[in-house]
């Protein structure tokens, strides 16, 4: 099993950056897939970003062109890179691990969690 902490999280205005970061423990990283999700208050999780073990970046069309999710295998952590940040964007963002080799979207094909982190951005 793989461990997920998130940390990076915080208030920042519109237009501005923050980097998460999410370290993993008890298996490297490069035996998953990665992903970012989030979630705002009174709504679903929903996708954000994910990076399959064979290292291919996909984004939800909400942040492409502006987030990018990378991964590095000496600190065993997954980054999630945010520029240009809008309100709409705040939410508590989450770290998530397959073992599947495949791209997934969905919240429920997950199997691991780390436990957010809160992402607000002012206008």
């Known amino acids: 099993q793989v461990q997920l902490v998130e940390h990076g999280g915080g208030l920042v205005q519109a237009g501005g950056s923050l980097r998460l970061s999410c370290a993993a423990s008890g298996r490297s990283v490069t035996t998953y897939g990665m992903a970012w999700f989030r979630q705002a208050p009174g709504k679903e999780r929903e996708f954000v970003a994910a990076?399959?073990?064979?290292?291919?970046?996909y984004y939800a069309d909400s942040v492409k062109g502006r987030f990018t999710i990378s991964r590095d295998n000496a600190k065993n952590t997954i980054y999630l890179q945010m520029t240009n940040l809008k309100p709409e964007d705040t939410a508590v963002y989450y770290c998530?691990?397959?073992?599947?080799?495949?791209?997934?979207?969905?919240?429920?094909?997950?199997?691991?969690w780390g436990q957010g982190t809160q992402v607000t951005v002012s206008s």
């Open positions: 998530a691990a397959d073992t599947s080799i495949l791209l997934k979207r969905l919240s429920h094909e997950y199997d691991y």
């Open positions: 990076l399959t073990r064979s290292d291919n970046a």
